[in-house]
Each structure stands twice: as structure tokens, then as C-alpha cells.
T-cell receptor
Framework: ETGVTQTPRHLVMGMTNKKSLKCEQHLGHNAMYWYKQSAKKPLELMFVYNFKEQTENNSVPSRFSPECPNSSHLFLHLHTLQPEDSALYLC????????????????FGQGTRLTVV | EDKVVQSPLSLVVHEGDTVTLNCSYEVTNFRSLLWYKQEKKAPTFLFMLTSSGIEKKSGRLSSILDKKELSSILNITATQTGDSAIYLCAAGSNYKLTFGKGTLLTVNP
């Protein structure tokens, strides 16, 4: 257990469905991240939240919508996805800093394996 | 655009061998270099390096950062089958980690 919990662990959804991925951390961290891991590609950073504020959005399509209601919870809302969005979605957290910087290691959740059919 | 390149992409060795994995980075506002081991899903943390030339060691694993060369190496001595995994290198800058593709290490008995 890393202190970062993701649910669900597996998700199969149709292209017209709406679903949400959830991430929760119990480490007292205040920066949270969504990464996408496709086969044979590096981990791709999608979104970063630091102290509940979104600090990075890496040109992610609008069919992915993040939400960070507090420093412990992060959601990724999904709608009208495409088959190429099938991947492992990893959430991570670090001890962020209000004026920038990350000076501790990132802890990852176990990921959600998403399949879009 | 921030970039991290790892080499080799894959490596097959026999138990007992020593391996060296390489990582080079180009990131804006570089703060740290991190190594992770990914066996099934969640990458697990190995090392975080912020100072050049200072080796960090954990059992048979060790790593060092060269800020002048913008690179790092991860050494594993006396490899075991349990070391088989993807080893990920990441460069930390403001708020984010940029990952390389990883090195797939296979240790055969």
C-alpha cells in the first residue's frame, strides 16, 4: 500500500458512457497528478493540482475533465471517449509547495485499467 | 518541451550479472531526478537525487546524478530474478515529473 488509493481498478466503458475515476491519498500531500500510461509509451502527464489549484493541463482533450475538491481527493471525469483512450490511468501525489517545486518523491496509486469499447 | 531519455530500452541478463541503466534529461527548472521500479501497476520509488556526484545506495541498487552531463545511472549488482521489472527514470521540475519510456530488465535464472 502506497497511501494512494484509486478506484475502480478496472473499467470497461462504451464510447457514449460517462464515468469517473477516483483517487484518494492519506499522506497529507497537497499536490496530485493524473498520468496516462499507454503500451510502449512513457508515462504521460495529464493534469497537476497543487493546493487544489490546477497548475498544469498538458493539452488533454476536453473529454477528460479533472476535479480536485480538496487536497486529498482527485477525480477524472470521462465522457465520449475513444478506443485510443484505453490505457492505465495512474494517480500520484507529492508534497507540493504553494509557490512551486516538488521536493519529495511521488507516490502512485495502483491505477485504473480503462478499456473503451 | 521537457524530455527524459532512457537506455537501453530493454536488457536481458543472467542472475548474478551487474547492470547499468542510463537516463538523460532536458527539463526546465530541474529540481530532482527520481528512479522508480514498475512491476505490475504502480511504480514504486527507489531513489531521489538532487545533488551531483553523491551516490545513493540501497542494498544492491545504487544511483548517482551528474548535473553537468544532465544524466543519471542506476546500478544493480548481483541481479536476481526478482529484479525483473521496468525501471523508470523521471526528472522533477516545478510540480511535475517527466518520465522516460523505461528500461525493461529481464533477469533469467
Amino acid at each position: 500500500e502506497t497511501g494512494v488509493t484509486q478506484t475502480p481498478r478496472h473499467l470497461v466503458m462504451g464510447m457514449t458512457n460517462k464515468k469517473s475515476l477516483k483517487c484518494e491519498q492519506h499522506l497529507g500531500h497537497n499536490a496530485m497528478y493524473w498520468y496516462k500510461q499507454s503500451a510502449k509509451k512513457p508515462l504521460e502527464l495529464m493534469f497537476v493540482y497543487n493546493f487544489k489549484e490546477q497548475t498544469e493541463n498538458n493539452s488533454v482533450p476536453s473529454r477528460f475533465s479533472p476535479e480536485c475538491p480538496n487536497s486529498s481527493h482527485l477525480f477524472l471525469h470521462l465522457h465520449t471517449l475513444q478506443p485510443e483512450d484505453s490505457a492505465l490511468y495512474l494517480c500520484a501525489s507529492t508534497q507540493g509547495h504553494p509557490v512551486g517545486g516538488m521536493n519529495t518523491e511521488a507516490f502512485f496509486g495502483q491505477g485504473t485499467r480503462l478499456t473503451v469499447v | 518541451e521537457d524530455k527524459v531519455v532512457q537506455s537501453p530500452l530493454s536488457l536481458v541478463v543472467h542472475e548474478g550479472d551487474t547492470v547499468t541503466l542510463n537516463c538523460s534529461y532536458e527539463v526546465t527548472n530541474f529540481r530532482s531526478l527520481l528512479w522508480y521500479k514498475q512491476e505490475k501497476k504502480a511504480p514504486t520509488f527507489l531513489f531521489m537525487l538532487t545533488s551531483s556526484g553523491i551516490e545513493k545506495k540501497s542494498g544492491r541498487l545504487s544511483s548517482i546524478l551528474d548535473k553537468k552531463e544532465l544524466s543519471s545511472i542506476l546500478n544493480i549488482t548481483a541481479t536476481q530474478t526478482g529484479d525483473s521489472a521496468i525501471y523508470l527514470c523521471a526528472a522533477g521540475s516545478n510540480y511535475k515529473l517527466t518520465f522516460g519510456k523505461g528500461t525493461l530488465l529481464t533477469v533469467n535464472p
